[in-house]
């Protein structure tokens, strides 16, 4: 159920309901000479659309810009700053909690915007908190990195070992590929860059990953691995967004 596909009359039905809602975040950045500009909004964006026709829970608009400084070196490349991405979600969370949501499930792709999205957290509770009657809990929000649940890591230790690297992994990479297989790339890579220091600007992360990846063998990617990974995220996003917006 996308958010941007219903009407308000649906939304208030689906609020008799639920109070819950799943936004997947990502980021607008180069994956190297095989990797899409979009791959980390497009994974979260395919597994949340899944859970959301499966499970019947409302799938709000992919937020596509992120905390992508460190690739502004490479053509293509959008960033936020972090005020700008604490403001974002402050005001995502507010505008759908002001008719009734109070349960927010963020579903990332981009391991750059866990501490900013952290920070807006502890921004909304804080309004929240200021508020005389405010109830307990009443508010919450939570992120989950769709890469880093157990299930998704264990399979791309299964299929790719050490070879997974740190960005433009051949798991992420798989799952546009099984998204978008009209628009799957081939290239010659190189030899990958040694992994000493995470960069300390753009023009840094250039220098030390010339052709944007770090340790990882992108050329490992499969569309069926995909598949894959997108089955097991599925299932696992299922039985954890049910036990986050059924907690007391």
């Known amino acids: 159920m996308l958010l941007h596909l219903t009407t308000w009359q649906e939304v208030e039905g689906y609020l008799e309901q639920s109070r ?9 950045e180069q994956h190297g000479p095989m990797g899409l500009i979009g791959t980390d909004c497009i994974c979260p964006s395919v597994i949340a ?23 502004l070196a490479f053509p293509g490349t959008v960033s936020l700053r972090p005020t700008t991405l604490i403001a974002l979600v402050g005001d995502y969370v507010r505008s759908l909690g002001r008719n009734g949501f109070r349960r927010f499930y963020f ?52 299929l790719y070992g050490d070879r997974e690297g ?50 990882a063998d992108s050329a490992l990617a499969r569309p069926e691995h995909g598949a894959r990974f997108v089955d097991t995220c599925v299932a696992a996003v299922k039985q954890d967004y049910a036990a986050f917006v059924s907690a007391d």
């Open 20 to 28: 819950g809602v799943i936004i997947p975040i990502g980021s607008t």
């Open 166 to 215: 740190h960005h433009a992994t051949p798991s992420e990479i798989a799952v546009t590929q099984y998204a978008f297989p009209a628009a799957i790339k081939s290239a010659q890579l190189d030899e990958l860059a040694p992994f000493t220091r995470f960069p300390s600007d753009a023009a840094d992360f250039r220098r030390c990953f010339p052709d944007g990846r770090i340790q």
């Open 107 to 158: 579903l990332n792709g981009h391991g750059g915007n866990i501490n900013t999205v952290q920070a807006a957290f502890a921004e909304i509770y804080a309004d929240h908190s200021f508020l005389p009657a405010a109830q307990p809990g009443d508010i919450r929000c939570k992120l989950v990195s769709w890469y880093s649940m157990p299930e998704v890591a264990k399979l791309s230790r299964e």
């Open 49 to 71: 659309a899944r859970v959301g026709e499966e499970a019947g829970i409302l799938v709000g608009p992919t937020i596509n810009l992120g905390m992508a400084q460190h690739h």
